[in-house]
């Protein structure tokens, strides 16, 4: 019985540190679907993306444009598992009027889009998964 006991405590530890080491911030489909038709559209989805200030963080010099030195920067030591998301021409294939800056649209616009696997032009919850992994502490867009 004593071994028993012993068991159940370890259990219990094991599945606290579980939920001590899992991400603190990251995202729920739910929260971001706001009208609930388990779709995520452009709008839905730039809103709760802007929430997270990752535009305004990575504009250093509040330009309202990430040149690519800043994008760089934003990206910081996350660069391979950014590159392996979206690609090592991320900043170029998002620039679409390529003045050599990302604008606020086009950052979420290019990002909402690698989002979209299926191109149908809304993020369904499959799809989201791996917005909720990037979105929480440690993610690519660590909030």
Same mark, same amino acid.
């Given at each position: 019985?004593?071994?028993? *006991? =012993?068991? +159940?405590?370890?259990?219990?530890? @094991?599945?606290?540190?579980?939920?001590?080491?899992?991400?603190?911030?990251?995202?729920?489909?739910?929260?971001?679907? @706001?009208?609930?038709?388990?779709?995520? =559209? !452009? $709008?839905?989805?730039?809103? !709760?993306? #802007?929430?997270?200030?990752?535009? *305004?963080?990575?504009?250093? *010099?509040?330009?309202?444009?990430? +040149? #690519?030195? $800043?994008?760089?920067?934003?990206?910081?030591?996350?660069? =391979?598992?950014?590159?392996?998301?979206?690609? $090592?021409?991320?900043?170029?294939?998002?620039?679409? !009027?390529?003045?050599?800056?990302?604008?606020?649209? #086009?950052?979420?616009?290019?990002?909402?889009? +690698?989002?979209? +696997?299926?191109?149908?032009?809304?993020?369904?919850?499959?799809?989201?998964?791996?917005?909720?992994?990037?979105?929480?502490?440690?993610?690519?867009?660590?909030?």
């Amino acid at each position: 019985m004593k071994m028993l *006991n =012993t068991v +159940s405590r370890l259990g219990v530890c @094991a599945f606290g540190l579980m939920l001590i080491a899992a991400p603190a911030n990251a995202a729920e489909f739910g929260e971001w679907d @706001a009208n609930a038709d388990a779709r995520l =559209t !452009n $709008e839905e989805f730039r809103t !709760n993306f #802007e929430q997270a200030g990752i535009f *305004n963080d990575w504009d250093q *010099n509040n330009d309202l444009g990430l +040149s #690519e030195r $800043e994008f760089e920067a934003g990206i910081g030591d996350d660069a =391979t598992a950014f590159n392996t998301r979206f690609g $090592e021409d991320a900043f170029n294939e998002w620039d679409v !009027n390529n003045d050599n800056l990302l604008s606020n649209n #086009e950052l979420y616009d290019g990002v909402y889009a +690698s989002y979209d +696997s299926n191109g149908d032009k809304v993020i369904q919850e499959p799809e989201f998964g791996d917005i909720g992994d990037d979105m929480g502490d440690g993610g690519l867009w660590d909030v």
